[in-house]
T-cell receptor, first 109, second 115 residues
Framework: RKEVEQDPGPFNVPEGATVAFNCTYSNSASQSFFWYRQDCRKEPKLLMSVYSSGNEDGRFTAQLNRASQYISLLIRDSKLSDSATYLCVVYTGGFKTIFGAGTRLFVKA | GAGVSQSPSNKVTEKGKDVELRCDPISGHTALYWYRQRLGQGLEFLIYFQGNSAPDKSGLPSDRFSAERTGESVSTLTIQRTQQEDSAVYLC?????????????FGAGTRLSVL
């Protein structure tokens, strides 16, 4: 089993839709969690950190479920510019940060 | 500079040649990471440097790969006797510190093509 697993997609949604991605992790001792965004042929960039209490940044909401060992990302009112690959990132201690393989999102007009 | 800088941005080489990739981290960032990303794939961890500590080389795929970093400055990733399977984008990231809550800032990568 991979340490961090994501549904690769692609998710194809119309503009204005709400879409959610989950990411599961295997190490129960994992401490910090992030979502990164990677545009086609570009480097990954931090989208948001994921806090235990959940957090929201505009149209984006991140949640952590430690009991079930997954994090989620919800995007409301999808825009064309949201089309990208979303990477789940889990910090497990020491230096080790594990990137998921990513979920591809296509938002269509 | 303001961000992580990598050079060259593109490199085309012949099978069997050696290549050297460079990463200039954000000033003051003590931690530096190298990743490999093959086309359509996720990030594959290669090596991690933290200050003057011994690097973690657990992700290097073979002894053809090596990396150096002096203190908290520039890092170089060297691939000897390149193979076609080495073709990928090599990404460098730096963070203010390693460990908990580190946020990694990535360079634009070096796209390596081995013919």
């Amino acid at each position: 089993r991979k340490e961090v697993e994501q549904d690769p997609g692609p998710f194809n949604v119309p503009e204005g839709a709400t879409v959610a991605f989950n990411c599961t992790y295997s190490n129960s001792a994992s401490q910090s969690f992030f979502w990164y965004r990677q545009d086609c042929r570009k480097e990954p960039k931090l989208l948001m950190s994921v806090y235990s209490s959940g957090n929201e940044d505009g149209r984006f909401t991140a949640q952590l479920n430690r009991a079930s060992q997954y994090i989620s990302l919800l995007i409301r009112d999808s825009k064309l510019s949201d089309s990208a690959t979303y990477l789940c990132v889990v910090y497990t201690g020491g230096f080790k940060t594990i990137f998921g393989a990513g979920t591809r999102l296509f938002v269509k007009a | 500079g303001a961000g992580v800088s990598q050079s060259p941005s593109n490199k085309v080489t012949e099978k069997g040649k050696d290549v050297e990739l460079r990463c200039d981290p954000i000033s003051g960032h003590t931690a530096l990471y190298w990743y490999r990303q093959r086309l359509g794939q996720g990030l594959e961890f290669l090596i991690y440097f933290q200050g003057n500590s011994a690097p973690d080389k657990s992700g290097l795929p073979s002894d053809r790969f090596s990396a150096e970093r002096t203190g908290e400055s520039v890092s170089t990733l060297t691939i000897q006797r390149t193979q076609q399977e080495d073709s990928a984008v090599y990404l460098c990231a730096s963070s203010l510190r390693g460990g908990e809550a580190n946020i990694q800032y990535f360079g634009a990568g070096t796209r390596l093509s081995v013919l």
